[in-house]
């Protein structure tokens, strides 16, 4: 898939898992990939997966765009603003956010005890990890994204999130962001499409990121599984889009978006929708990704 331009783009969470997959795929289109992310040097990251900044733009690098490492965390609302200037001082111009930083999922690998009961039996500190990583940070990172989309004339707001926002998936600090996640990105459109700028919600599948494949002994029942590399090239797809404006507040499925463009993973393969299995509702027809707007 390649994209009109070479774009500017800036990917939170960008150290590993979704994230890295979503800026090695700009890569590949040739963009100019800002990596943001706490961790700089191997082994350091508090959920003890592999991976760094630096690492995924060397990856953007060779995949044939420009990686750009920038030692970000999330929750300081000053280093977000400052992460935007530097982009702004340093290309003029922010054509893609992507908000994929995340925070909770540290205990399946950091060696903690797990606990699968109730809220009531879960830390505190989990609500404050999924709504001050996740939701609170994509909203700061889009307020700050905004006025340098909207100079840029054209835009594209990808946030992730997932089934959880509409089904009780535990634990219920998850659900409750993620549903708060899809609203944060239908709102945003409302405001941001008067000026061109597209916001939406994507939903991956199971992805080989880092910490499933360390805990793979649970999903091995799963056999329709995405990789980084596969969602990354769905949301590429959506920015090369030149009509992708009529899809603005919506919840895309990325394995709905990745087969109406024809998307496949660096294996050749097209993972299918999990929205049957998770919702009960049918595969809806996505629309005509070549279509122009009504």
């Known amino acids: ?21 979503i800026a090695r ?4 289109a040739g963009a100019t990939v800002y990596v943001g992310g706490r961790t700089t040097t191997e082994g350091t990251a508090p959920s003890r997966m592999p991976g760094t900044i630096h690492d995924t733009a060397r990856l953007v690098t060779e995949s044939g765009g420009t990686g750009i490492p920038l030692r ?18 340093e290309q003029g111009r922010l054509d893609v956010l ?3 930083a995340w925070g909770g999922y540290e205990r399946f690998t950091d060696g903690s005890e797990f606990n699968p009961g109730p809220f009531w039996h879960q830390p505190l500190s989990l609500w404050d990890s999924m709504h001050r990583t996740g939701l609170r940070a994509h909203y700061v990172a889009s307020s700050f994204a905004a006025p340098l989309l909207i100079e840029a ?9 997932s089934f959880a926002g509409q089904v009780f998936v535990p634990p219920v600090p998850y659900g409750v962001a993620h549903a708060a996640i899809d609203r944060l990105a239908a709102d945003m459109a409302v405001d941001l499409e008067q000026h061109g700028i597209t916001s ?23 056999t329709n599984r995405e990789t980084p590399l596969f969602v990354g090239r769905a949301v590429v797809a959506l920015a090369a889009d030149p009509h992708v404006l009529r899809l603005t507040g919506l919840p895309l499925v990325a ?15 097209q993972p299918y929708s999990n929205r049957p299995a998770i919702s009960g509702e049918p595969t809806p027809a996505f629309p005509d990704p070549f279509a122009p707007p009504a």
């Open 200 to 222: 939406v919600s994507l939903y991956p599948g199971l992805v080989l990121t880092e910490g499933v494949l360390a805990n793979i002994e649970h999903f091995e029942h799963e």
């Open 255 to 269: 394995a709905e978006v990745a087969r109406a463009y024809g998307v496949k993973d660096e294996h050749g393969h």
């Open 25 to 28: 795929a700009f890569g590949e």
């Open 153 to 161: 004339g054209t835009g594209l707001i990808v946030t992730l999130s």
């Open 72 to 89: 970000l965390d999330v929750s300081d609302d000053s280093q977000v603003e400052a992460a935007l200037a530097r982009i702004d001082a």
């Open 1 to 21: 898939m390649t994209i009109p331009k070479p774009q500017v783009v800036f990917v939170t969470g960008g150290s590993r898992g979704v994230g890295r997959g």
């Open 98 to 100: 992507v908000n994929s």
